[in-house]
T-cell receptor, first 114, second 110 residues
Framework: EADIYQTPRYLVIGTGKKITLECSQTMGHDKMYWYQQDPGMELHLIHY???????EKGDLSSESTVSRIRTEHFPLTLESARPSHTSQYLC?????????????FGDGTRLSIL | QQPVQSPQAVILREGEDAVINCSSSKALYSVHWYRQKHGEAPVFLMILLKGGEQKGHEKISASFNEKKQQSSLYLTASQLSYSGTYFCGTEIYNTGKLIFGQGTTLQVKP
């Protein structure tokens, strides 16, 4: 089984708060990803990283920011949460050098902004 | 650019077969298939790479037609545990970045 962890699992918080969603993996994977998924809908890539100090925005525009200071850690931050940010956020990672590299997903953070 | 999956939903009885299709308007480098159960993370099923190969995994197999830019997932003799939403993720270049289809919900009834 893949070892990728997200905390918190659930978060209910008021508008205007600063939020950091944590994601860590112990597989030494170079690539990491953040997806946003509304209930019953598809996954949308919002951020990805090819390695330390490498981050890029994904296909879906997001007001969140990410950092990759250590290989194993890829936190996502919302400076000022709004109700429109309510969604599930999934973190994933994959290896870099081989072709057949699946993405391994964490259990996700369900975020609800009041 | 988002791949299109069909059908959107399938209801089966245990033991029946199903096919889920994933079509892209772009040339593909690879296609990934995942299954997600309600409230859980997506779970990897298989990857198909450019070259038109077919892969198998127990009673679940898949094919990739590079010329048609299409992949199909075959579920044979379905079990209750197959229920969930199936997503295809397409990769245009060898970047690791995936664009996911809208999903196909599969329900297997006893």
């Amino acid at each position: 089984e893949a070892d990728i962890y997200q905390t918190p699992r659930y978060l209910v918080i008021g508008t205007g708060k600063k939020i950091t969603l944590e994601c860590s993996q112990t597989m030494g994977h170079d690539k990491m990803y953040w997806y946003q998924q509304d209930p019953g809908m598809e996954l949308h890539l919002i951020h990805y990283s090819y390695g330390v100090n490498s981050t890029e925005k994904g296909d879906l525009s997001s007001e969140s920011t990410v950092s990759r200071i250590r290989t194993e850690h890829f936190p996502l931050t919302l400076e000022s949460a709004r109700p429109s940010h309510t969604s599930q956020y999934l973190c994933a990672s994959s290896g870099y050098r081989d072709r057949d590299q699946p993405q391994h997903f964490g259990d996700g953070t369900r975020l609800s902004i009041l | 650019q988002q791949p299109v999956q069909s059908p959107q939903a399938v209801i089966l009885r245990e033991g029946e077969d199903a096919v889920i299709n994933c079509s892209s308007s772009k040339a593909l480098y690879s296609v990934h298939w995942y299954r997600q159960k309600h409230g859980e993370a997506p779970v990897f099923l298989m990857i198909l790479l450019k070259g038109g190969e077919q892969k198998g995994h127990e009673k679940i197999s898949a094919s990739f037609n590079e010329k048609k830019q299409q992949s199909s997932l075959y579920l044979t003799a379905s079990q209750l545990s197959y229920s969930g939403t199936y997503f295809c993720g397409t990769e245009i270049y060898n970047t690791g970045k995936l664009i996911f289809g809208q999903g196909t919900t599969l329900q297997v009834k006893p």
